[in-house]
Nanobody, 124 residues
Framework: QVQLVESGGGLVQAGGSLRLSCAAS????????MGWFRQAPGKEREFVAA????????YYADSVKGRFTISRDNAKNTVYLQMNSLKPEDTAVYYC?????????????????WGQGTQVTVSS
């Protein structure tokens, strides 16, 4: 089983950028597709982006397409989320998680190894 730790969140002005990282422990990281989700106060956890185990395929929510980029480095057991042109509505706690099977699910249920999350706050 993989264990995950997110980092890189913070406070940024609208239009700014952040890069989130998700470090994984365990020898089987490269076997998993990886996903990023986010949860704003009072809202359900929602899909943001996912990447196949090889990194060859990526998937995005419509709300972030063209602004966010997911990538992974299997040699470093790390997945990234580059976030550009941030908007106040991107404010949320961001989580990464792992899932077996492809294409990776866009719902949270099948995912495992959830980290503690990292807070992203975008000011207007």
């Amino acid at each position: 089983q993989v264990q995950l730790v997110e980092s890189g969140g913070g406070l940024v002005q609208a239009g700014g950028s952040l890069r989130l990282s998700c470090a994984a422990s365990g020898r089987t990281f490269s076997s998993y597709a990886m996903g990023w989700f986010r949860q704003a106060p009072g809202k359900e956890r929602e899909f943001v982006a996912a990447i196949s185990w090889s990194g060859g395929s990526t998937y995005y929510a419509d709300s972030v397409k063209g602004r966010f980029t997911i990538s992974r480095d299997n040699a470093k057991n790390t997945v990234y989320l580059q976030m550009n042109s941030l908007k106040p509505e991107d404010t949320a706690v961001y989580y990464c998680a792992a899932v077996l099977g492809e294409p990776p699910s866009r719902i949270a249920g099948p995912y495992d190894g959830w980290g503690q999350g990292t807070q992203v706050t975008v000011s207007s």
